[in-house]
Every structure is written in C-alpha cells, then in structure tokens.
C-alpha cells in the first residue's frame, strides 16, 4: 500500500472488488498475522482437516519477524515470483471466511484513535487502481458489515496493551529480549484454545504476560 488517506464514518468512496487477487500479491513481509486472525484460520483450517491446534497456522503458514527490533510479529508466509499470499489459490483466496481482519475490511485500515476516538479509519490508496471506479460505497456501511464486533473488541483492546508491551519489550536488554522470546510467543500467540471464546483468553494472556515482563524488570 502506497499510502493511506484518512476518512470519516459518513464519507462516500468510490470503489468495486474487481475479484483479480492483486490485492493477494506483493505482500512479502507485509501482512501480518494478528492472534485474533491466527485464531479464526484455525478454527476454519480444523474444520477442513488441515490443522489440529493455532501453532499449526504459525508453523505452516507465516514466519517471525520483529517490529521495532523489540515486539515479536508474525507476517504471512507468500509464494511465487509475485509474492502471493500462500493462500491465494487459482486467483481466489482459499480460507475467505476466515480472512484476516486487513484483507476484510479493504479498502480500509484501523488505528487506534485519538482525542476521545476509539478508532481512527483511512482509506488504503495502492497500485490497484481499477479498484477505485464504479460502485460508491459509505465507509460505515462497509465497516459494519466487515468490522465485526470481535474485531473491534480486539483492536480496542490492543490499543490499550501495545503501548505498554512496546515499553516493557523496549526496556529489556537484548539478551533477556532473546532469553524471553519463547515466553512472549507463547502469551501472545499461542496459548489459545480453539474451543474457547477468543476474548476472554486473549485478556487473561495479556496481563500474564505484562506480569512477566514486569517481574523481569523488578517492577513487580
């Protein structure tokens, strides 16, 4: 994505899914893959018989980078010479029911707001640009049909967490940054049951792990 405009709830755009997957490509190191998305593909991919548990959506599918040089992140594995998502098949995404949250709400993205704001929304301008010709969409009709409750839960919920992680992962030395490394996976990534509400386990992780990091730094 090349840039990103901001846009209001009652804002009109002007834009059409042509259905040709280009959105799907040049993605390398790009899409990253949230808990919550990791959460829905395997509840999907179980049901397919693909996968039995989360870490094998993480182990199959994506691979670990680092934000900042301190928060672990997992991006979206790709494929072939145009960078497509590996699960771009024959032009169509195979796991589109269980989509991440960034490819269902395209042409938007979500940030956390400002100023009283839970959210703030901008409008993805890329290098796609027969998408935006045609049909005119408003942005609230389109986020509440593809925003989902769960998801704005999630997002809301993050904006409150991530700026404490980024300072207590920020604060530790590189080594105990390594040294922790399978403990932050395992908070935030992995220690979900796919029986389970998402919500509720994702908030009892996220405060284990604050104690941890707290408990490393003396803070506790």
């Known amino acids: 994505m090349n840039r990103a405009e901001p846009v209001r709830p009652k804002d009109w755009v002007t834009f059409r899914c042509q259905l040709c997957g280009n959105c799907c490509r040049d993605l390398e190191n790009q899409l990253m893959l949230e808990p919550l998305d990791a959460y829905h593909l395997a509840r999907l991919l179980r049901e397919r018989g693909e996968v039995t548990s989360i870490d094998d959506v993480y182990t199959r599918y994506a691979h670990t980078d680092m934000l900042e040089g301190y928060l672990p992140i997992y991006t979206m594995n790709t494929e072939g010479p145009d960078h497509a998502c590996v699960f771009l098949k024959d032009g169509r995404c195979s796991v589109y029911e ?123």
């Open 98 to 220: 269980g989509r991440p949250h960034v490819c269902r709400i395209y042409p938007f993205s979500v940030r956390p707001g400002q100023r009283g704001r839970v959210f703030e929304f901008y409008r993805c301008v890329d290098q796609h640009a027969g998408h935006f010709s045609g049909d005119r969409i408003q942005v609230k009709d389109w986020l509440r049909e593809n925003f989902t409750r769960e998801n704005r839960e999630f997002w809301a919920a993050e904006g409150n967490t991530l700026p404490i992680l980024g300072r207590l992962l920020s604060s530790l030395g590189a080594g105990e940054l390594r040294a922790s490394l399978f403990q932050i996976l395992h908070y935030r990534y992995y220690s979900y049951d796919l029986d389970k509400p998402f919500m509720p386990q994702y908030k009892a992780n996220m405060a284990a792990l604050e104690r941890l990091l707290r408990q490393k730094l003396g803070e506790v």
